[in-house]
């Protein structure tokens, strides 16, 4: 079974960078595409970005692109989310979740997560 443990989160100023880590384990992590959700307080949680198994493919939000960067490192079961010029509203609790599918968006398409990590920027 596998399990999902992030990293990475923390307070940082709005115009700051913060990197998230996401480390699998349990699992043939290179045969599946990974992805990031974000949950703020009172809101459903929400797509933000999600790479294929070979990392040729990538998929981000709108309200990221340009500001973050999905990567991962197939050799260390892990996978990360660089993530600079971040604002206030960008603030709430990351997952890192497996997928079945290519380009998957819908939380509901995603098998595996993990438990969080909390990231606040502060205005």
């Known amino acids: 079974q596998v399990q999902l443990i992030e990293s990475g989160g923390g307070l940082v100023q709005a115009g700051g960078s913060l990197r998230l880590s996401c480390e699998a384990s349990?699992?043939?992590?290179?045969?599946?595409?990974m992805g990031w959700f974000r949950q703020a307080p009172g809101k459903e949680r929400e797509f933000v970005a999600t790479i294929g198994w070979t990392a040729d493919n990538t998929l981000y939000t709108d309200s990221v692109k340009g500001r973050f960067t999905i990567s991962r490192d197939n050799a260390k079961n892990s996978m990360y989310l660089q993530m600079n010029s971040l604002k206030p509203e960008d603030t709430a609790v990351y997952y890192c979740a497996t997928s079945s599918y290519l380009m998957a968006t819908m939380s509901t398409e995603y098998d595996r997560w993990g438990q969080g990590t909390q990231v606040t920027v502060s205005s």
């Open positions: 349990g699992r043939t992590f290179s045969t599946y595409s």
